[in-house]
């Protein structure tokens, strides 16, 4: 009897094959369109509209914090029904609110756009994608989260540029309004006739007492865990956008700056290629203490080193295939400790406070640089917080993982 969570006799070769071709595209226009665009375009936003930088990217910011809430029920609808109509339905939504965005006629109108991408995000981003590969993958499962995430790493490298050239001949409203029209194109027919594979039930747990499941968001692990994700969360994030600030005030020319922060995005990319070995090398608790340590290690590196610009970009880019290393990590968190039965539910709920970290780490980067002495002082502040969520992790693996069986 073959197992209906990894076999290819139920889901079948190309059925599977089709959702992991399909999403790597679905997720660079997604991402490009929906997130990248926005620091693009902002300024000339800001410029056209007279709106302050300050509103805009409170708008942005409330999207990101409406996609963190909302991933907690559209996680709970993936587990029972799988990926298809969920990432239909937020691809539509997602293109309807680019054209808002594009048509606002006033800052009211533009703020519940994004509020409205917001639930677009919850649908269509990682979280989906992740609970879609990790359901059909079964044990094979890393394989195909990394081929969806090293497309995804790819967003800003081809939208932003994208974005910029249009925005140099057209308005930001008519560059929305043609980024709408290529989101629908791509990621509508994609999910709606790519993700049709069957959707298997829930494996089997290895123990009675792992089908509890609702009691795992309630466990010292998972809040330890949680809590150690929201922490490295916002590091990393205030991290990234404070990097420039914090080179140009170190006497880097802005272009220097961003080339900077653009290799630090392809390290993104390199390291997901290295994560597959990482863990088939290292347990689960080993690898998350690992990565979260590293990451604060390169942040204290930015604090303290100045030059030369060669070691700046070296930083950079370890700095990155540490990032491109955690997106798996997270993507992995809960199926290495409670498996896939609830995958979507539990990732949800995992995923909830550090993405709204994510959103207000900008906000309180800025707000603390000054009074800790600039951004150095900054970056020092944000190494002892990584610091701080790796001593989370160190508890926030169940003693007896609550596995699912691979075996008939």
Do not use: C, K
Not at 165 to 178: D, K, V
């Amino acid at each position: 009897m073959t197992n209906p969570h990894t076999s290819e006799a139920v889901t079948g070769a190309g059925d599977r094959s089709r959702p992991r071709a399909a999403l790597p595209a679905t997720q660079i226009t997604s991402w490009g369109i929906v997130y990248y665009a926005f620091p693009v375009l902002n300024p000339q936003i800001t410029s056209a509209t007279g709106w302050s930088a300050t509103a805009t990217t409170a708008a942005f910011s409330g999207a990101l914090l409406v996609s963190a809430l909302a991933g907690i029920p559209v996680g709970r609808i993936l587990d029972r029904r799988g990926p298809r109509a969920v990432m239909t339905t937020g691809s539509v939504l997602g293109v309807a609110a680019v054209l808002a965005i594009a048509w606002a006629p006033n800052l009211a109108a533009f703020t519940a756009a994004w509020l409205l991408a917001g639930v677009a995000m919850a649908a269509t981003f990682y979280q989906p994608a992740f609970a879609a590969l990790t359901r059909w993958w079964g044990t094979d499962r890393v394989r195909a989260l990394t081929v969806v995430t090293l497309a995804g790493g790819l967003a800003s490298t081809v939208f932003a540029p994208l974005t910029a050239a249009l925005a140099e001949h057209l308005s930001w409203r008519t560059t929305y309004a043609i980024l709408a029209v290529l989101l629908a194109l791509v990621t509508i027919p994609a999910h709606a006739f790519a993700l049709r594979a069957p959707w298997p039930p829930a494996p089997t747990p290895l123990a009675r007492r792992a089908t509890d499941h609702g009691s795992v968001p309630r466990s010292r692990p998972f809040l330890m865990l949680a809590t150690a994700l929201t922490l490295n969360s916002f590091a990393m994030y205030a991290v990234v956008i404070a990097l420039v600030p914090l080179l140009i005030a170190r006497g880097a020319s802005p272009t220097a700056a961003a080339w900077v922060l653009g290799l630090g995005g392809a390290g993104q990319t390199l390291g997901r290629t290295l994560y597959a070995t990482l863990a088939n090398r290292t347990g689960v608790t080993t690898r998350t203490i690992a990565l979260i340590t590293l990451g604060g290690t390169t942040t204290a590196a930015f604090a303290m080193v100045s030059g030369p610009f060669p070691l700046l970009v070296g930083i950079a880019v370890a700095a990155g295939m540490v990032r491109g290393n955690l997106t798996l990590l997270q993507a992995t968190a809960v199926t290495d400790r409670w498996g896939t039965a609830h995958y979507g539910r539990l990732s949800g709920l995992l995923a909830a406070p550090a993405t709204i970290a994510s959103a207000l780490a900008p906000f309180a980067g800025a707000a603390l640089a000054g009074p800790l002495g600039g951004y150095p002082g900054l970056f020092s502040a944000l190494a002892l917080a990584s610091i701080a969520a790796a001593l989370f992790a160190m508890g926030g693996t169940p003693s007896r993982p609550q596995l699912h069986s691979d075996n008939p």
